[in-house]
């Protein structure tokens, strides 16, 4: 379905293929979030049966995978007032009251995150065909700001565990659509797909080293057809870049994003930690739950720190 030697051409017929512009109008803000409606979300809620629930994040701490390509740092954080300070008596509050203030200073795609619709362009233009210079300025993302889906990703999740796959290993539209006949799971409008690589679980077992940028298991190029159709939310990965690293074409860099985002519309998160949930879902046989995901709503941000909960 592409030629390794010809990204360009690969790119924009797939491009042209899943296209989503003018899908919900020409105001559309929010993609493939238009596919998690109501309806869905009350689907979803009749998922949780147990009450257990697992945080899929990572830590936001200095000992993160970042390794400052393109001013991408590890978290930064400083306490403004301590309890050394309140011992101390220097607070200047009245009847022995004392506290702790703290601020954190972070890349927002540092550690557990979304891509929001805003965050990549293909020859110049954003989502639903929009001009990039005229989306992102230096004032933020003025028309697809991660603000606009802040209330909205909550429903039904989907994991995909494929416990350890290699470096480079590109996840095809078979192996996604036999790892979910494996699992009992149907895919379709509105879910949230989680893909288990077990990249993240090697990192933290043998440290960070490529983590961030280098070699890694994830979705082929030719899965965009695959994401287009299932009409599906959003998709998350327990990896740095959510597609198969080295790329698959002979010159290029994230060109599923080039497609997945300007032209779907589809939302994708990185660096999600699954372990914990995946673990739960092999012992029950379950791989479907409730799971709510809001970015921070920072207003004209390109992407946003997540601490998604899955509910069982």
């Known amino acids: 379905m592409f030629s390794r030697t010809d990204p360009e051409g690969s790119i924009a017929a797939a491009a042209q293929r899943c296209s989503n512009w003018g899908r919900w109008g020409a105001d559309d803000v929010r993609g493939t979030m238009n596919f998690l409606t109501p309806g869905k979300r009350r689907q979803a809620a009749a998922l949780i049966r147990r009450g257990a629930s697992f945080s899929l994040s990572q830590a936001?701490?200095?000992?993160?995978p970042q390794k400052g390509w393109r001013r991408?740092?590890?978290p930064v954080h400083t306490m403004l007032d301590t309890g050394?300070?309140?011992?101390?008596?220097?607070?200047?509050?009245?009847?022995?009251?004392?506290?702790?203030?703290?601020v954190i200073a972070m890349p927002l795609q540092c550690s557990t995150q979304w891509d929001g619709l805003g965050h990549i362009f293909d020859h110049g233009y954003a989502w639903n065909g929009r001009r990039a210079a005229d989306v992102v300025t230096s004032l933020g993302d003025a028309k697809t700001g991660i603000e606009t889906v802040a209330d909205v990703i909550a429903g039904r999740g989907v994991l995909l565990d494929f416990g350890d796959?290699?470096?480079?290993?590109?996840?095809?539209?078979?192996?996604?659509?036999?790892?979910?006949?494996?699992?009992?799971?149907?895919?379709?409008?509105?879910?949230?797909?989680?893909v288990r690589t077990g990249q993240l679980a090697r990192a933290r077992r043998d440290g960070w080293g490529d983590y961030a940028g280098g070699p890694a298991p994830g979705l082929s190029f030719e899965t965009a057809d695959w994401l287009h159709r299932t009409e599906i939310a959003a998709i998350a990965t327990d990896t740095w870049g959510f597609e198969?690293?080295?790329n698959e074409f002979d010159d290029a860099f994230q060109p599923l994003h080039q497609v997945a985002i300007p032209h779907i519309?589809?939302?994708?998160?990185?660096?999600?930690?699954?372990?914990?949930?995946?673990?739960?879902?092999?012992?029950?046989?379950?791989?479907?739950?409730?799971?709510?995901?809001?970015?921070?709503?920072?207003?004209?941000?390109?992407?946003?720190?997540?601490?998604?909960?899955?509910?069982k």
Do not use: K
């Open 72 to 74: 991408r740092t590890n």
């Open 84 to 102: 050394t300070d309140a011992a101390a008596g220097v607070q200047g509050f009245p009847h022995g009251i004392g506290g702790a203030d703290d």
């Open 165 to 194: 796959l290699p470096d480079g290993f590109a996840i095809r539209e078979e192996h996604l659509a036999s790892r979910a006949a494996d699992l009992g799971v149907a895919i379709g409008r509105g879910d949230i797909v989680l």
């Open 244 to 246: 198969v690293r080295p």
């Open 265 to 311: 519309g589809l939302f994708i998160g990185e660096m999600w930690d699954l372990d914990a949930l995946a673990l739960d879902c092999a012992s029950d046989g379950v791989y479907e739950f409730w799971l709510t995901a809001a970015p921070l709503p920072i207003t004209g941000a390109v992407g946003s720190p997540v601490n998604p909960i899955a509910v």
């Open 60 to 64: 936001f701490d200095a000992n993160g």
